[in-house]
């Protein structure tokens, strides 16, 4: 008998869908006319509105003493921003510490494979929490 070669085809049926996406135009209310600024107080930029509370790391003092920042980095009153190189001249905000409070605990876990030596240790950092009383 004579060997034939038997060959099998496959047929494959592609469908395109559509994978148009609508878009949606989405409006963002800004108000205009508040006044914000950027600060550099311990270690960090924080965009600040007045009247506002924020937490920050430990600043030495008790609750209810006030505070004089200078280093502004932007100052804007709604109309017209200005922005420092590195900092507004003559601009200042005044802070007063509402609380001296610890922060959240952060965990951390080391142990040495096939040794059984495992440690467990916690760290919950000092934070103050300030108001902004004016820019």
Avoid at 35 to 55: L, N, T
Avoid at 97 to 109: C, D, M
């Amino acid at each position: 008998m004579a060997d034939k070669k038997v060959t099998k085809t496959k047929t494959t049926k592609t469908t395109k869908i559509s994978t148009a996406k609508k878009k949606v135009a989405v409006k963002k209310q800004v108000a205009v006319d508040e006044k914000f600024a950027v600060i550099s107080i311990s270690g960090a930029q924080i965009k600040v509105y007045e009247g506002k509370e924020y937490e920050v790391k430990k600043l030495e003092g008790k609750k209810g003493d006030k505070l004089e920042i200078k280093e502004v980095l932007l100052l804007s009153d709604g109309k017209d921003v200005k922005i420092g190189k590195p900092y507004v001249k003559d601009a200042s905000v005044k802070l007063e510490i509402s609380s001296q409070k610890k922060g959240p605990k952060v965990e951390g876990f080391t142990y040495s494979a096939k040794s059984r030596h495992r440690r467990n240790y916690g760290f919950r950092e000092s934070i103050t929490k300030v108001i902004v009383k004016s820019l």
